[in-house]
Nanobody
Framework: QVHLVESGGGLVQPGDSLRLSCAAS????????VGWFRQSSGKEREFVAA????????YYAEYVQGRFTISRDNAKNTVYLQMNSLKPEDTAVYYC???????????????WGKGTLVTVSS
């Protein structure tokens, strides 16, 4: 079973950038599709981005399209989320999730990390 740990969150100002990492252990990440989700206070968890096993055709939520980039380095067993032009509304706990099935924006992934907090504030 794959174990996921997110890192890279923090406090940044609007317009800044952050790169989140989702490091996998216990199994090679190359066998899994990965999604990033986020949850802000008082709101339901929402989809951010997803990537298939090969990294082809990444998929984004419309509210991050053009600002966020999902990528993977299977040799490092890690998936990344590069976040540019951050806005206060991007403030949330960000989670990565993995499954052998590519669920895209659905939350059906079997394996979830515990999240990393991103706060965008001036």
């Amino acid at each position: 079973q794959v174990h996921l740990v997110e890192s890279g969150g923090g406090l940044v100002q609007p317009g800044d950038s952050l790169r989140l990492s989702c490091a996998a252990s216990g199994h090679t990440i190359s066998s899994y599709a990965v999604g990033w989700f986020r949850q802000s206070s008082g709101k339901e968890r929402e989809f951010v981005a997803a990537i298939s096993w090969t990294g082809a055709s990444p998929y984004y939520a419309e509210y991050v399209q053009g600002r966020f980039t999902i990528s993977r380095d299977n040799a490092k067993n890690t998936v990344y989320l590069q976040m540019n032009s951050l806005k206060p509304e991007d403030t949330a706990v960000y989670y990565c999730a993995a499954d052998r099935v590519y669920y895209g924006e659905l939350t059906e992934y079997d394996h979830w990390g515990k999240g990393t907090l991103v706060t965008v504030s001036s």
